[in-house]
């Protein structure tokens, strides 16, 4: 539990560090994330679908935790790791084949460090088994970060994800490395790494750190401000990962549901 402890404080930090460095760039030809709702993201989208699809997930979720509470952060990146780059469509999940040997789980920046793989296809499994060809996988990556941040908040990060996600076809390494930010980046190449996805530097600080975060005094401030407001990390932790998993998401034929979530239908 300490470790666990460790690693929400440092979120926390991290997450009120980097506030200050939101992004105003609008018309200036970014990418501009929809709300999830213009993007056929709802809540309860398989309410009527599979009523238990999310209470399953969450199952899945609490069990692997208990198992390996380190697979919690990988849940959490995971999600990151796969909006980022071809957008919220579970392209990160695919595994290399003959037509496609390097996918995006083999560029540098996941290979060999993403974890919780495993967790996702147990998911998949049993949703499957509930409701067959009704939920997708990328709906299922973003259900189990929300889930994984509950558990290792001890539940004070609680919140609903819209879902209506469908799964991409594509996936590429190279595409990985054009995309997600290196742990070298300084603070105004996060902003502007950001910014290409419609979104401030704030919520790269859910899933690592980086020493130029802490050493500009407005930042650090804020540090400072965050371990003294109750509350005030989670809230924004909560928008930041909805606002994420909204991001360039596959709808209507651009997508599908996929039967099994390392392979294309």
Same mark, same amino acid.
């Given at each position: ?19 200050? !460095? ?20 709802? &809540? ?18 609490? !069990? ?11 849940? &959490?990146?995971?999600?990151?790791? +796969? ?5 919220? +469509? ?34 998949? +499994? ?102 003294? &407001?109750?509350?005030?990390?989670? +809230? ?30």
């Amino acid at each position: 539990m300490a470790r666990l402890a460790a690693l929400l404080v440092s979120l926390a930090m991290l997450m009120a560090a980097v506030t200050a !460095a939101r992004v105003e760039r609008a018309g200036a030809g970014f990418y501009t994330p929809p709300s999830p709702s213009t993007c056929g993201l709802k &809540i309860g989208y398989y309410h009527d679908k599979c009523p238990h699809a999310e209470a399953i997930v969450k199952g899945v979720v609490a !069990a692997a935790l208990h198992r390996d509470p380190g697979v919690g952060a990988g849940l &959490i990146r995971m999600l990151f790791h +796969d909006c980022f780059v071809e957008g919220c +469509d579970a392209s990160v999940l695919l595994d290399p084949t003959p037509a496609n040997p390097q996918p995006e789980k083999l560029a540098p920046p996941n290979n060999p460090s993403l974890r919780g793989f495993e967790v996702i296809d147990a998911a998949k +499994d049993a949703v499957e088994a509930a409701c067959p060809g009704v939920v997708s996988c990328a709906d299922i990556v973003a259900f189990a970060a929300r889930d994984a941040s509950f558990f290792l908040s001890d539940s004070r990060v609680s919140f609903d994800m819209p879902s209506g996600r469908l799964d991409g076809r594509y996936s590429n390494a190279s595409r990985a490395l054009d995309f997600l930010p290196p742990p070298t980046f300084n603070l105004g190449q996060l902003v502007a790494n950001f910014a290409a996805k419609g979104l401030s530097v704030e919520t790269w600080a859910l899933f690592t750190s980086d020493a130029s975060l802490l050493a500009s005094p407005a930042t650090a401030k804020m540090v400072v401000d965050n371990a003294n &407001i109750p509350g005030w990390w989670e +809230d924004r932790f909560k928008t930041a990962m909805v606002k994420m998993a909204a991001v360039e998401v596959k709808t209507g034929s651009n997508g599908e549901i996929r039967r099994h979530c390392r392979a294309v239908n």
